[in-house]
């Protein structure tokens, strides 16, 4: 086992949580770093195809959301699985399915988000952006855990 990976105390030690073992590893806010750079990339995509498509073609903002979506999560897959989870490759098709469960999962919660911020008043563009923060959390720990799990 790496030392990232959880192993058993050495006998003396205090046990830890294994979360708490999680957060005291380098390599665990290594790979959050990188998520998040990739994350904001395809926010910036997100942002772009978002706004292209709801101001300037006046698609609803549900469909402009999925659409949005949909192409900054391709983008983020291939750049998670080739940087970001790089040692922990495992079936592309494989992956890939479970990256796009996860991210199924996150669209809902953002696009409930996106909803709920609009019915009170928000502007797309401001709510859209708070959604996609609020679903940062949900998106990594799915993905660490399962979609790019060893």
Known sequence: MSSTELSPP?????SRSRASQALRARHNWEQLLKFSVVGASGTVL???VFATLNRWFGIHYLIA???SFLVAVTSNYVLNRHWTFSGKRGHFGYQGLRFFVVSTVVLGLNLAILHLLIKA???PLFAQAVAI???VPVNFIGNKLWSFRR
Do not use: L, Q
């Not at 050495?10 to 205090?14: L, N």
């Open 46 to 48: 997100n942002f772009a």
């Open 121 to 123: 008043g928000s502007g």
């Open 133 to 135: 923060a609020a679903c």
């Open 10 to 14: 050495p006998s003396g030690e205090p």
């Open 65 to 67: 959301a999925t659409v």
